[in-house]
């Protein structure tokens, strides 16, 4: 048998068992190093999820989520490339089988986004996906799952709708009476004129002279009417959204810079009735107008500042725009969370009315296991000292009982062997 005969065999055979699905995992996991292998591995994965009965359709969602992990976690994203084009589709196919396992499949989809194996812009697709099939949606038979196309996993399709949304809307985005941080009315014509003075026109020969290009060497001249390039918006994301708070905040500041250097002029240079101008002659008058011609100088510079700030605010409100659905499934998902800690709260709360009872059942039982313990170990200890006593007694017997040629010394108190004087009859 070939290698995805051998995986097809092993999926076949999975069930709600851990070894099963842990051994389903493994063959999978086999795959990774293979050219091409983890894409062969998801392909019979989803042919053998189309074909198996119905209580497979779990044990099968569990192995996909073992190898997700496992390879997010040890070796690498080829499984997570190779899954996320047809995994939104096969959990849709589970779910329309059996609505009993809806809840379980969001759960396993949670704890992907939690754990970070995929985007939270991917999950959230997954999630909304789902949502026509749990309680209270339209009941639809399980479509048959579309064959996949290559897709970034952290890549979902809502990036297109949101941003299609109007550009040329500017309502304000933080709350308030719809008033804005900057108020600031700015000619742009004259502006630039200011900036850019008109030049003479160029001389014809020598250094200030444009060069003249050939028809055929000429370079391609840019349409005027084509529209500017457009930016690749950012992935959104909790670090994005604060970097967008925190440019605000940045220009705020500037802006803020920018009044206080507006503030800083002098009013007498605003007000045309003075008449301390009129006193000035010589030395005082050449600085006074070195003075003025320096504040304009700084005017002009505030203005540019002050236009390039009021552009970038817009953008960025622009931007703020795109996270306002994202932040409404952000709370959508909070919700499912908090109506599931509901749930189990409610739950404890039903088996708190027997677990009073239970912990006292398990002190009795085990203050009996320790008078038993108690008794026995008193039990074997008496046992052991009634052992040594007869052992004692034995020998003190033994001792005690005379044996053949011993008599008794009452001096001593004891048996002791009678002297023979026989046996020094040789010493004669």
Not at 10 to 28: F, G, H, Y
Not at 302 to 314: D, G, I, K, L
Not at 325 to 342: P, Q, R
Request: aromatic share 6%.
């Amino acid at each position: 048998m070939t290698d995805a005969a051998d995986l097809r065999a092993t999926l076949n055979q999975t069930d709600m068992s851990a070894p099963a699905i842990q051994s389903s995992s493994r063959a999978m996991m086999r795959f990774y190093d293979k050219p091409g292998g983890a894409t062969m591995a998801v392909s019979e994965w989803r042919s053998v999820l189309q074909t198996s009965s119905l209580s497979q359709s779990l044990p099968l969602l569990y192995v996909a989520n073992e190898v997700l992990q496992t390879s997010k976690r040890n070796r690498g994203n080829r499984f997570l490339e190779a899954f996320s084009p047809v995994l939104g589709s096969s959990l849709q196919f589970i779910c329309g089988r059996d609505r009993g396992v809806v809840e379980k499949v969001r759960r396993t989809v949670k704890i992907w986004g939690d754990r970070r194996v995929f985007s939270t812009r991917y999950v959230m697709d997954v999630l909304g996906g789902l949502g026509s099939y749990r309680e209270g949606g339209a009941a639809t038979p399980p479509a048959p799952m579309a064959k996949a196309t290559p897709k970034s996993p952290s890549v979902s399709p809502r990036r297109s709708t949101v941003a299609t949304s109007s550009d040329d809307e500017d309502d304000d985005l933080f709350g308030g009476d719809g008033q804005k941080l900057l108020d600031i009315s700015i000619d742009a014509t004259a502006l630039s004129a200011a900036s850019h003075p008109k030049s003479s026109s160029p001389p014809a020969f020598g250094a200030g002279a444009k060069r003249r290009f050939s028809s055929t060497n000429s370079p391609v001249p840019q349409s005027s009417t084509a529209g500017p390039i457009s930016k690749k918006p950012k992935a959104l994301s909790g670090q994005n959204f604060l970097d967008l708070f925190q440019s605000t905040v940045n220009l705020d500041e500037k802006y803020k810079s920018s009044i206080g250097v507006i503030e800083s002029i002098p009013k007498s240079y605003l007000d045309e009735s003075s008449a301390d101008i009129d006193d000035l002659v010589g030395d005082e008058l050449t600085e006074m107008y070195k003075r003025v011609c320096q504040t304009q100088r700084n005017v002009r510079r505030e203005r540019r500042t002050m236009y390039s700030v009021a552009v970038q605010r817009r953008d960025l409100e622009k931007e703020a725009k795109r996270y306002v659905s994202w932040l409404k499934n952000l709370a959508k998902v909070d919700d499912d969370d908090i109506d599931f800690c509901d749930k189990l709260e409610k739950k404890l709360d039903m088996i708190s009315v027997c677990h009073v009872e239970a912990n006292s059942l398990r002190d009795k039982r085990r203050a009996e296991d320790a008078q038993k313990r108690a008794k026995a170990e008193a039990m074997a200890q008496r046992e052991a000292e009634e052992e040594e006593r007869r052992r004692i007694l034995d020998d003190a017997k033994m001792e005690a009982e005379a044996k053949p040629g011993m008599v008794w010394n009452k001096d001593l108190r004891e048996y002791q062997y009678v002297h023979d004087a026989t046996e020094e009859s040789w010493r004669d």
